[in-house]
């Protein structure tokens, strides 16, 4: 998935502003003062920050010719391969609920950016390797960016989300 697919699913589902907030949401505090909405696009642009984003920089500024991800390889391939493991990001949501449990849920957008990068990436050198290093087992997903459906799918269902959130809000108790 592209990288504000990430953040924004991360604020959707890890934040109090989102889904992690229940039907009292933020309870009053503007969702951009909400430290969790902040966490949670941490944490949901974690993978592909740590991973890609040197890389990318010395590609531009040096002027080599190609597409980027055509040249990644190396030891960068081996930290997108940790940043993007199960075993890492559930390790430290684990260390963050016993740290600073008010956080936890917003440390959950970095497990849920790797579930959504093993069925949005196919087989081949960006697969997500779900239990890395331990395993080199991973889903043949969509590769997203030869998909523009499957783009234009996960942001209406980002959209449907925040709708049906709206509206769940809104609703009176019965």
């Known amino acids: 998935m592209d990288i504000a697919a990430h953040v924004l699913y991360g604020v959707t589902v890890c934040s109090r502003a989102g889904l992690a907030g229940g039907r009292g949401g933020t309870r009053g505090i503007r969702m951009w003062r909400e430290p969790t909405v902040w966490w949670a696009a941490f944490f949901g642009l974690l993978p592909d920050m740590a991973s890609m984003w040197i890389p990318f920089i010395v590609h531009a500024i040096s002027g080599a010719p190609g597409n980027f991800f055509h040249y990644f390889d190396g030891h960068w391939l081996v930290v997108y391969r940790l940043f993007h493991s199960l075993v890492m990001s559930l390790g430290v949501a684990a260390i963050v609920w016993v740290w600073r449990r008010p956080f936890f849920a917003a ?68």
Do not use: C
């Not at 942001?155 to 509206?167: E, R």
């Open 107 to 174: 440390t959950l957008a970095w497990p849920l950016h790797v579930v959504m990068d093993s069925v949005s990436h196919s087989t081949g050198k960006f697969q997500t390797l779900l239990f890395y290093p331990f395993s080199e087992w991973g889903i043949n997903g969509i590769a997203w960016w030869r998909h523009p459906n499957f783009v234009l799918s996960y942001w209406l269902a980002l959209t449907a989300i925040w709708l049906a959130l709206f509206l769940w809000r809104r609703m009176k108790s019965a």
